[in-house]
């Protein structure tokens, strides 16, 4: 199973950027897959989640500005992110709810004026 990230990169605060994870071996619309995420200098922390069913959850720190979803038909899960500012700066990753998978190279997400 491998799991690669993609679609960051460097926004202005404000700004807005669509992260994609997509995976090999592995069926996304039968598991709770997650976004993460891990800013220099800290613990790699949890920012949503999507389960099997459809409901999502956010850490308050995203709440209302990040979106979480899935394309069941291209095995791939995705986290919209608006109004972007300078504390989002991090590596974000995605793995499964129960973190049960070999972590990606993540996408580095950049958030400066």
């Known amino acids: 199973v491998q799991l690669v990230e993609s679609g960051g990169g460097l926004v202005q605060p404000g700004g807005s950027l669509r992260l994609s994870c997509a995976g090999s071996?592995?069926?996304?619309?039968?598991?709770?897959m997650a976004w993460y995420r891990q800013a220099p200098g800290k613990e790699r922390e949890l920012v949503a989640s999507i389960i099997v069913p459809g409901s999502t959850w956010y850490s308050d720190s995203v709440k209302g500005r990040f979106t979480i979803s899935r394309d069941n038909a291209k095995n791939a899960v995705y986290l919209q992110m608006n109004n972007l500012n300078p504390e989002d700066t991090a590596v974000y990753y995605c793995?499964?709810?129960?973190?049960?998978?070999?972590w990606g190279q993540g996408s580095t997400v950049t958030v400066s004026s």
């Open positions: 793995n499964t709810r129960d973190k049960t998978l070999t």
């Open positions: 071996g592995i069926i996304f619309s039968v598991i709770n």
